[in-house]
């Protein structure tokens, strides 16, 4: 768990302070459409998979559990990319500090790459990048899975969709940017990759069913004792929580999966 000063947790991004305080499955489908992205990706012991983001290392583990031929974690931050190190043990397993925008992974080194929670934190220009540089650094028939946060119904009008945007990234405090699922589908289609399957689940992040589900009845007392001996982290998930109950019936959350043409 981070350990962090209580003055530390006003600017923090979201998915911190909320690692902070103990929640580790942090994806807006919760661990189930997790699950389901790994499976549908089929992993094989003759796979090369890439991670991009891969955080506090949730979906590596399942991913692990699958014996690809060889696992890579792009990761931005540091601290991050040092504790997804700490569990990779074999001998073609690795997580290395970059982005994903610039992976530094040589053409069509991949047969699978994935990333979670992370376009949508992006503007229109980086997510382009990011699936760009996915399907640079995949063979010709390989696999790109996402999920990602994403608004409800797909004929949202302009006007909510920027006021929902707006208050997301103020209480996220990153510039949050969720699109519909047909134009998640776009994105991928526009950067080279055929549309295989799609998934969705609601957006329950921090309801209190779906905390049960991913982090267990122990986990999340875990989290709730953190909540009240930290004011200032409590403040902040109360306030996130109030957004997403705010616009429940405009935001869920959606996984494809995706091949590269």
């Not at 955080?55 to 991050?80: C, H, M, N, V, W």
Request: net charge positive; aromatic share 4%.
């Amino acid at each position: 768990m981070l350990t962090l000063k209580e003055e530390d947790y006003e600017k923090m991004p979201g998915h911190w302070v909320l690692a902070s305080v103990g929640k580790t499955v942090l994806r807006p489908g919760g661990i189930e459409l997790t699950k389901q992205m790994v499976a549908n990706l089929q992993i094989t012991a003759n796979d090369h998979v890439v991670e991009f983001a891969p955080g506090l290392g949730i979906t590596a583990r399942l991913a692990l559990s699958r014996t690809p031929r060889s696992y890579i974690g792009i990761e931005q931050d540091p601290e991050a990319a040092k504790r997804v190190s700490a569990y990779l043990d074999g001998v073609r397993q690795t997580c290395v500090v970059a982005s994903a925008e610039n992976t530094g992974l040589k053409d069509e080194s991949a047969t699978v790459v994935y990333g979670e929670a992370m376009l949508t934190m992006h503007s229109e220009k980086i997510k382009n990048t990011i699936v760009s540089e996915a399907h640079r650094i995949l063979k010709p028939g390989g696999k790109y899975a996402i999920h990602e946060m994403n608004l409800l119904p797909d004929q949202i009008s302009v006007e909510s969709k920027a006021q929902i945007q707006k208050e997301l990234s103020t209480v996220i405090r990153v510039n949050a940017r969720p699109l519909t699922i047909t134009e998640w589908q776009q994105l991928l289609e526009h950067n080279g990759f055929a549309v295989l399957k799609t998934g969705t689940a609601p957006m329950h992040l921090l309801n209190v069913r779906r905390l049960i589900n991913d982090e267990g009845l122990k986990g999340s007392m875990k989290m709730a004792l953190n909540m009240i001996r930290k004011p200032k982290a409590r403040t902040r998930v109360l306030r996130m929580k109030s957004t997403f109950k705010k616009y429940e019936d405009f935001l869920g959350a959606v996984s494809i999966i995706a091949q590269k043409k």
